[in-house]
């Protein structure tokens, strides 16, 4: 069917003239369609599967709700933020005040039923271990304005709402209006760290403690903590 | 049974994506005049070997390596002179690469009969020795002619160029891998040093051309398309060297929908070209002497693979 479908589109093109022969077309792309899957190729992947599901077919929770990224605030952003800073707080014996991870080093969202190490390491596919920064409140502040720039981010620790200019208006840090003169302990990833993702004022930190923790190993270990991942959302950012 | 609509849009796309000569006049002669190559390319492919899954942010649906190598030959089935070449980092990014560190993805792209990748930052994930591991199931030639690999586990694996023989004519490729500083780390990519990519690829288009008579040349970049930092970029190697044909990029993930010419010291024309990431897409390139006046007509166009999917244009750049 597509052969002869195919075969007619040439004629089109053919018959139209030169008038047709221009470069690619802005909004639709200019591409041809080739769905069909060689068998042998399939074959030869097919003989690796049972061992990738031996692996990664391992259950690790349940999933309620389907739950993502949404803004100013989404269940899966929370989620991974909160994450972050709890394992910190874990590692270093101490309070972590923030968590704070970019949303675009995440691949899938999750949809109800069971979530196995496999869709973990789909969600996430990135080798980042955990950071924790040291951080003045006027760079927090900073920080929470590019977050709002945004339309929000993953954050956990704070609490705000975005203005009509788009800045981060009413900082609470752990329930507390936010001291643009003491530190803060910001936990995040080695990526937004190391000048990857979208937050500049973290390049910018006075003090870096940098963990031997894989951020998919938190995020597997805190996943597997929660009965059950539901949409949560507590208007941390409005 | 496909409607009108889609129909339409299938015409539509064919006619676009077929036959757009795009320059003529690059630094090929006319010591084949009636031959045609095609090119055919990836990059930054990522582990992808099955499609994105369903639940995927992006691209749901798209990629998938036996979709891409069905592709392939049915392109081979119909032109005689076909390249399939890569622009790095084919390791990492989905369970696949977890699990089996890169071994499934050579060993398939083996079956494609794919004719060279040049080396990616990431291809050094699990270090010198796991690279070296998979690299074993890599029938095809690795290459990176600015990365020094004396005395390390990866140096059995390792070309800094080829030389393909068509009828009639010859084409040399050679790879150029990213600057390791701040991109790769120490404990990863060990004694394998990496040098200035303009000085490297420089000494590699006279070899290819004095010593081997190449007729054309094709370099495979893992450098990026485009930096404002000063880091070396393919932009900026395209304008330094002259007798580069053609770039085929990686790293940025960049998708271009046609690929760029930038005029290099020879004053001729280096097509720069990347296919964005992960098999969603392959490039096309064929080059037809028979066109404008005994030059070579580049004509371009790239395949989505299994796309319901409309402009992929502006899509933010991850981890790359």
């Keep these: 069917m597509f052969r002869t479908l195919t075969g007619f589109a040439i004629f089109i093109l053919l018959a139209s003239g030169c008038s047709l022969f221009r470069p690619a077309i802005p909004e639709e792309s200019p591409a041809l369609h080739y769905p069909e899957p060689d068998s042998a190729i399939v074959q030869m992947l097919d003989t690796y599967r049972p061992g990738m599901e031996r692996l990664m077919g391992r259950s690790i929770a349940t999933v309620r709700d389907t739950i993502g990224f949404d803004q100013p605030e989404g269940a899966l952003g929370n989620l991974v933020a909160d994450a972050l800073r709890y394992r910190a707080a874990h590692e270093t014996r101490g309070f972590v005040h923030v968590g704070i991870i970019g949303e675009s080093s995440f691949n899938l969202i999750f949809e109800p039923g069971v979530l196995t190490l496999g869709h973990i390491y789909e969600f996430m596919p990135y080798e980042n271990h955990l950071v924790v920064l040291t951080m003045d409140g006027e760079k927090v502040q900073e920080l929470m304005d590019q977050v709002a720039s945004l339309g929000g981010a993953p954050v956990s620790g704070v609490r705000f709402n975005i203005d009509e200019e788009n800045r981060a208006r009413g900082i609470l840090v752990n329930s507390e209006v936010i001291d643009p003169n003491r530190d803060y302990l910001v936990a995040t990833t080695s990526w937004a760290a190391n000048g990857g993702d979208v937050f500049p004022a973290l390049w910018e930190a006075t003090g870096r403690m940098d963990l031997d923790v894989s951020v998919r190993q938190i995020f597997t270990d805190y996943f597997r903590g929660q009965a059950e991942l539901v949409d949560f959302r507590d208007g941390r950012i409005r | ?320």
């Design chain 2, 1 to 320: 049974m496909i409607s009108r609509k889609d129909f339409l849009k299938q015409a539509s796309a064919l006619a676009a994506g077929s036959f757009v000569p795009m320059y003529a006049g690059s630094n090929l002669m006319n010591g084949f005049a009636g031959k045609r190559l095609t090119v055919l390319y990836t990059n930054d492919t990522h582990a992808r070997l099955d499609p994105f899954p369903d639940n995927a942010r992006r691209f749901a649906g798209l990629g998938g390596i036996a979709r891409r190598a069905s592709l392939v030959k049915k392109v081979r089935a119909q032109e005689s002179n076909v390249l399939l070449l890569d622009g790095g980092d084919v390791f990492q990014g989905t369970p696949w690469f977890d699990v089996y560190g890169g071994k499934v993805d050579l060993e398939l792209m083996t079956g494609m009969n794919y004719d060279a990748m040049v080396v990616g930052n990431h291809e050094f994930d699990r270090g010198l020795d796991g690279f070296a591991e998979a690299a074993q199931k890599a029938g095809f030639p690795i290459l990176a002619s600015n990365y020094l690999t004396r005395n390390t586990p990866v140096n059995p694996y390792i070309q800094r160029q080829i030389v393909k023989e068509f009828d009639g004519f010859r084409v040399g490729i050679f790879g150029i891998g990213i600057q390791f500083d701040g991109i790769v780390e120490r404990k990863l990519h060990g004694n394998v040093s990496s040098h200035d990519p303009i000085t490297v690829a420089r000494r590699g288009v006279e070899s290819l051309r004095e010593y081997h008579r190449c007729d054309y040349v094709i370099c495979l970049s893992h450098l990026g398309f485009q930096y404002q930092n000063g880091r070396t970029d393919d932009i900026t190697l395209a304008g330094s060297v002259a007798g580069i044909d053609m770039i085929i990029g990686g790293h940025t993930h960049t998708f271009l929908d046609e690929p760029v010419f930038i005029e290099n010291p020879s004053g001729k024309k280096t097509i720069v070209t990347q296919m964005g990431h992960s098999g969603i897409r392959v490039g096309r390139l064929d080059l037809d002497i028979s066109g404008l006046n005994g030059n070579p007509v580049i004509e371009s166009r790239y395949y989505l693979i299994d796309g319901e999917s409309t402009s992929l244009r502006g899509q933010q750049q991850t981890n790359p």
